[in-house]
């Protein structure tokens, strides 16, 4: 039975509530600044080719969800991208398995994992989303659901790609090399791991995002990272921002990395600030794992406004708008801050 005094506790916690909420949910009412839009950001120098592919459908209207299926598409079918789509780099077993997972403003979502013989996973993901009651479908029914929807099985192993492998043999190490991505002259039978996450908002103000890779060379038959894992290599929340990750999936998981990053935007930070946080504990976990591996994030808000953070540096993101059409930036990075 309430009394006078629990009565009076009562008003005075929901005062402070009120007060408070308002100022936890300012970053989720910030509207976009249409002067800005759209705008498609990409992780890596090759988000450069797929951004221009995004702002096809941007600039004429279309939805951010189309837009960063379109781009993802560009690097899948690149036969010199060795860390994305069927070009990719094998498992230590011979397989080339690709990941991807999308997600758009309404919160929908789709994935695929460890899915072999379809070269672009990122439609199938779509397809996902689109079609089916689930959010992620894995190896052989990945594939077996891409036929049915008309997608052609092929051979995705490369010349190119077999010949690393086939090297990589010889010796069976596994040791990823940091930014193999921007130093092209070395992939000839060395090991990368990496993505291409992509961000989107288009005209609408309606944020969408992308996420498709390979996988680390050489992994393990069955590994999957966090390029197709809702949460951890992508997450989209269309009040607030979109975020994605890049680098060694596993640490990113741990995190849930870009669900993370999206939560901090929430709480007001920037989109740096809140790539900066989400890196900084992962190394504050593991102080020395992170001093040899790369893991960066890349994010926009609803405000347009974007930002990244890595691990070590040398991690690059593209940016094109009306006024950018092919920028390339170098993201911050913690090591880098560390030397400074």
Partial sequence: MYN???????????????????KLSKAAKQPADKSTLPVVIST????????????????????????VEAGARIPEADLKNHSV??????????????????MDELGNCGAVAGMEDIDHPISVARLVMDKTPHVMLVGDGARQFAIQQGFKAQKLLTPESEKAWKQWLK?????????????????????????????????????????????????????????????????????????TSTGVGEEVIRNVGSFLVVELMRQGYSPEDACKEAVNRIIKKKPETA??????????????????????GGFSYAVCNSEKKDLLIKGKSHYNEVIK
């Fill in 44 to 67: 890596w120098d090759f988000g450069i080719a797929a951004n221009a592919a995004a702002w096809e459908v941007l600039s004429k209207g279309g939805r951010a969800i189309d837009a």
């Fill in 291 to 312: 001093k040899e591996i790369q893991v960066g994030f890349l994010a926009i808000n609803k405000k347009g406004e974007y930002g990244a953070y890595a691990i070590q």
């Fill in 4 to 22: 006078r005094r629990k009565f009076l506790k009562l008003s005075a916690l929901t005062a402070t509530a009120a007060t408070v909420l308002p």
């Fill in 171 to 243: 010796k069976a190490e596994y040791k990823p090399i940091i930014n193999i991505e921007n130093q092209p002259q070395m992939q000839g039978g060395q090991y990368n791991h990496d993505t291409i996450g992509m961000l989107a908002i288009d005209s609408k103000g309606n944020i969408s995002g992308a996420c498709t890779t390979s996988g680390m060379a050489f992994k393990m038959h069955g590994r999957v990272g966090d390029s197709p894992i809702i949460g951890a290599g992508l997450y989209v929340d269309n009040e607030v921002g979109g975020a």
């Fill in 85 to 102: 789509g069927r070009a990719g780099y094998p498992d230590r077993d011979g397989f080339v398995t690709l990941d991807a997972c999308i």
